[in-house]
């Protein structure tokens, strides 16, 4: 089975860096360099797992990102898992971020493992989907 993956952040290389660490767990990838974009794929697409930004320009940030897709209209939309990733340090944006209703928050830099792992915890990935070659 395949599982698709937003990637809701506004610097492609990030976005980048995220489906090289997770090539090997062979995933589909949908980008959207803000909040809007991610919202308006997230209605016309099947998605499985959602990892946004925090901090994003444009009037969105992942806070208000992730309250607009718990809100959703469509249960398929409001159920899908999101993770939340950051560089910020303010000490209450992790409690922030599971009250606007965040499955997940990974501060940044994030490793290819834990990464991985937040991944697996949220897909049923098959044993043999592995990082090594």
Avoid: W
Avoid at 14 to 23: E, P, S, V
Avoid at 102 to 122: G, N
Wanted: without cysteine.
């Amino acid at each position: 089975m395949n599982h698709t993956v937003l990637l809701v952040e506004d610097s492609n290389t990030i976005r980048h860096i995220i489906k090289i660490y997770l090539m090997k767990l062979k995933l589909g990838f949908l980008d959207a360099s803000g909040g809007e974009q991610g919202l308006q794929l997230l209605e016309t697409n099947p998605v499985h797992l959602i990892i946004a930004d925090v901090n994003m320009p444009g009037g969105m940030d992942g806070l208000e990102f992730v309250r607009r897709v718990r809100a959703s209209e469509r249960e398929q939309v409001r159920k899908v898992p999101i993770v939340l990733l950051t560089g910020g340090k303010a000490p209450d944006l992790e409690t922030r971020a599971r009250q606007a209703g965040a499955s997940e928050f990974v501060r940044k830099p994030v490793s290819i493992e834990d990464l991985a792992t937040v991944v697996r915890r949220h897909l049923p990935l098959s044993e043999d989907a592995s990082l090594v070659a």
